[in-house]
């Protein structure tokens, strides 16, 4: 049995390929290539052509062949009704000639009618296949109506299909663009596909075309979609400016590491009685140097400096005249001692056990 919907397609391209065998369209002398080629895709989709239960289930009540009528008819009337939009006047359905090759009878237009109600009712019950299929059905008698169009495009949206959804509103306000319904449901589908520029403009539509402001509904699809609009604009915006992404380019801000050791480059260059000792000579200090070309190239690893608090009460100390901490029981803290080990490099490369440590790996 098809599950997917390429399974059922396959289906229906072997339904069609076989009736066009029995019913003239090809001679007799087609018959073993035509064979060859649904074996073929039934192997190629794991589905079984020969049965014609699974092949009903695909196909419902209408073949591939008139499911394509229908396409090209909607095609031909979305066309025409582009080409008319420039006039100052939107057309109508009924405005816009069919390519069909006959207008639909009354009766024809009665039937399509009473399986239009029928899918209305599959709605109710919330069984969407059955509603799609009663608006298929509806449309092949039908092509090009606006509200079968849209009724289907709501079905499809009610069974996740966002994007036959899409289509289906975009060719109903094709056909009839002052049918607001159809511009509401283009909304919502283009927002479930991430659209949300384009759903707010569909709502816009909407509104403009129901006129008087609109309608309390389309204007609240509006807003969702406007201000998912906006949300998108900031993140974007964020993603830009974010201070993250500009000490990646251009390495953390060393005034931060000055601070936190009690100064800025303009304190006492004399060292001693709490002020700050020479960067000079500090960083003429391999070991030392060493740790400022880590922590230039890991911000993640200066964040962490600047928050452990044992280093922060030292600068407090240290910057309020206690003078230089002792540094052999600071190192007794495993933390601070892994923490200089990470920015000495003392673990081996970036990626390499604990010189990738807790700096690289979070």
Same mark, same amino acid.
């Given at each position: 049995? /098809?599950?997917?919907?390429?399974?059922?397609?396959?289906?229906?391209?072997?339904?069609?390929?076989?009736?066009?065998?029995? #019913?003239?369209?090809?001679?007799?002398? #087609?018959?073993?290539?035509?064979?060859?080629?649904?074996?073929?895709?039934?192997?190629?989709?794991?589905?079984?052509?020969?049965?014609?239960?699974?092949?009903?289930?695909?196909?419902?009540?209408?073949?591939?062949?008139?499911? !394509?009528?229908?396409?090209?008819?909607?095609?031909?009337?979305?066309?025409?009704?582009?080409?008319?939009?420039?006039?100052? =006047?939107?057309?109508?359905?009924? %405005?816009?000639?069919?390519?069909?090759?006959?207008?639909?009878? %009354?009766?024809?237009?009665?039937?399509?009618?009473?399986?239009?109600?029928?899918?209305?009712?599959?709605?109710?019950?919330? %069984? !969407?296949?059955?509603?799609?299929?009663?608006?298929?059905?509806?449309?092949?008698?039908?092509?090009?109506?606006?509200?079968?169009?849209?009724? +289907?495009?709501?079905?499809?949206?009610?069974?996740?299909?966002?994007?036959?959804?899409?289509?289906?509103?975009? /060719?109903?306000?094709?056909?009839?663009?002052? !049918?607001?319904?159809?511009?509401?449901? &283009?909304?919502?589908?283009?927002?479930?596909?991430?659209? /949300?520029? *384009?759903?707010?403009?569909? !709502?816009?539509?909407?509104?403009?075309?129901?006129?008087?402001?609109?309608?309390?509904? @389309?204007?609240?699809?509006?807003?969702?979609?406007?201000?998912?609009?906006?949300?998108?604009?900031?993140?974007?915006?964020?993603?830009?400016?974010?201070?993250?992404?500009?000490?990646?380019?251009?390495?953390?801000? &060393?005034?931060?590491? /000055?601070?936190? &050791?009690?100064?800025?480059?303009? $304190?006492?260059?004399?060292?001693?009685?709490?002020?700050?000792?020479?960067?000079?000579?500090?960083? =003429?200090?391999? @070991?030392?140097?060493?740790?400022?070309? =880590?922590?230039?190239?890991?911000?993640?690893?200066?964040?962490?400096?600047?928050?452990?608090?044992?280093?922060?009460?030292?600068? #407090? +100390?240290?910057?309020?005249?206690? *003078?230089?901490?002792? &540094?052999?029981?600071?190192?007794?803290?495993?933390?601070?001692? #892994? @923490?200089? +080990?990470?920015?000495? $490099?003392?673990?081996? *490369?970036?990626?390499?056990?604990?010189?990738? *440590?807790?700096?690289?790996? +979070?």
């Amino acid at each position: 049995m /098809a599950t997917t919907t390429k399974q059922r397609l396959a289906l229906a391209i072997c339904d069609f390929l076989s009736t066009s065998l029995t #019913d003239g369209t090809l001679s007799a002398e #087609d018959k073993d290539s035509i064979d060859v080629a649904i074996n073929c895709i039934g192997e190629s989709f794991k589905v079984d052509p020969s049965d014609p239960a699974s092949v009903k289930a695909a196909t419902g009540s209408q073949n591939l062949l008139q499911i !394509y009528g229908v396409y090209e008819k909607l095609k031909s009337t979305t066309t025409a009704s582009s080409a008319s939009s420039t006039t100052s =006047n939107p057309p109508t359905s009924s %405005d816009i000639p069919s390519a069909s090759d006959k207008v639909p009878t %009354d009766a024809e237009k009665a039937q399509a009618e009473d399986l239009k109600a029928k899918g209305n009712r599959a709605m109710a019950a919330k %069984d !969407y296949p059955t509603a799609i299929d009663m608006y298929t059905q509806a449309l092949a008698l039908h092509p090009a109506n606006a509200i079968y169009l849209s009724n +289907r495009a709501a079905a499809y949206s009610a069974a996740r299909d966002h994007a036959s959804a899409r289509a289906d509103a975009e /060719a109903a306000v094709g056909v009839d663009p002052s !049918y607001t319904k159809a511009w509401s449901r &283009l909304g919502l589908a283009r927002f479930a596909l991430g659209d /949300a520029k *384009g759903s707010m403009e569909a !709502y816009q539509k909407g509104i403009e075309h129901e006129g008087n402001g609109g309608s309390e509904a @389309m204007k609240k699809g509006f807003e969702v979609a406007k201000r998912r609009v906006e949300e998108l604009e900031a993140e974007a915006a964020d993603s830009v400016s974010s201070p993250g992404a500009g000490a990646r380019g251009a390495g953390p801000d &060393l005034g931060g590491l /000055a601070s936190l &050791l009690g100064g800025g480059a303009g $304190g006492n260059r004399e060292g001693g009685g709490g002020g700050m000792p020479d960067l000079g000579s500090i960083m =003429n200090n391999p @070991m030392f140097a060493s740790m400022a070309q =880590n922590l230039m190239s890991n911000p993640e690893m200066m964040q962490n400096l600047m928050s452990n608090p044992r280093l922060r009460e030292m600068a #407090d +100390r240290f910057s309020s005249g206690g *003078g230089m901490p002792d &540094l052999g029981a600071l190192m007794n803290d495993p933390n601070i001692a #892994d @923490m200089a +080990r990470n920015m000495m $490099g003392g673990g081996g *490369g970036p990626g390499n056990g604990a010189g990738a *440590g807790r700096g690289a790996g +979070r």
